[in-house]
């Protein structure tokens, strides 16, 4: 597929001019501009997303002890993730945007005891992993 056939795909399917100048590698001014030769409309996305709820869902299976496994796509270092309009993010993260309502500080990971969890109140970002070496110690 050509990246003009590529683009018109995904404008189609309702993507936005960046998500797509990204995964087709061009400029978003190029999307724009077959966007605007289409007569397709230019679409406002909320600052938050949350459309990749449900392809996560999707994707996970509880097992014993209350976690979460990820049964979806693994990258190459055997992170959990998933491919979304805001491009590939781990699990993890769409896990804590889940939880939290907001966006993770630095690395998001599991803190639990079962390793690649992707249960959103088991995962932890950076200012809570150190909220709780504070109290706990480093051990924790
Ligand atoms: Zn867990």
Redesign the pocket.
């Known amino acids: 597929m050509n990246a003009r056939a590529a683009i018109e795909e995904l404008l189609h399917a309702g993507h936005g001019n960046k998500a797509i100048a990204k995964r087709v590698h061009v400029r978003h001014q190029t999307v724009a501009a077959i966007r605007a030769e289409l007569g397709l409309p230019n679409i406002v996305r909320p600052a938050k997303t949350t459309c990749s709820d449900d392809a996560f869902w999707q994707r996970t299976q509880p097992v014993d002890g209350g976690?979460?496994n990820w049964t979806g796509h693994y990258n190459s270092t055997g992170v959990p993730c998933l491919r979304t309009t805001d491009g590939m993010l781990t699990a993890y993260r769409i896990a804590f945007r889940i939880r939290w309502q907001r966006d993770p500080v630095g690395p998001v990971k599991?803190g639990?005891s079962?390793d690649r969890?992707v249960?959103p109140d088991?995962v932890e970002d950076q200012p809570m992993r150190q909220q709780y070496e504070a109290i706990f110690g480093e051990a924790a």
């Open positions: 976690h979460l599991p639990c079962m969890c249960h088991h």
